[in-house]
């Protein structure tokens, strides 16, 4: 069993950056392959990147390829998204999620979501 608490959100002006934080819970953190979605109102929950159990491999969207960063730190059981050159479009909740599926980028793929944490980005 793995709890999700993501944390750095806010508003930030287009160009910005922030940086989200998951702490999760649970001593297995380690051996779950991590991911970020974000949902915006109306919208389906979509992916936005994920990263191995071991931090080797790391994969995104195209929409935010370039721009964001996904890390983890396993003896912080803690997973980060660094985004930088924020867009408008990038408005909405981000959750992160822990699965065992390698490479996973579809919502069912994971079984642990947190509640997610609020981005707005003004233009």
């Known amino acids: 069993q793995v709890q999700l608490v993501e944390s750095g959100g806010g508003l930030v002006q287009a160009g910005g950056s922030l940086r989200l934080s998951c702490a999760a819970s649970g001593r297995t953190f380690s051996s779950y392959t991590m991911g970020w979605f974000r949902q915006a109102p109306g919208k389906e929950r979509e992916f936005v990147a994920g990263?191995?159990?071991?931090?080797?491999?790391?994969y995104y969207a195209d929409s935010v390829k370039g721009r964001f960063t996904i890390s983890r730190d396993n003896a912080k059981n803690t997973v980060y998204l660094q985004m930088n050159s924020l867009k408008p479009e990038d408005t909405a909740v981000y959750y992160c999620?822990?699965?065992?599926?390698?490479?996973?980028?579809?919502?069912?793929?994971?079984?642990?979501w947190g509640q997610g944490t609020q981005v707005t980005v003004s233009s």
């Open positions: 999620a822990a699965g065992s599926v390698a490479l996973a980028t579809r919502s069912y793929q994971y079984n642990y």
């Open positions: 990263i191995s159990w071991t931090g080797g491999s790391t």
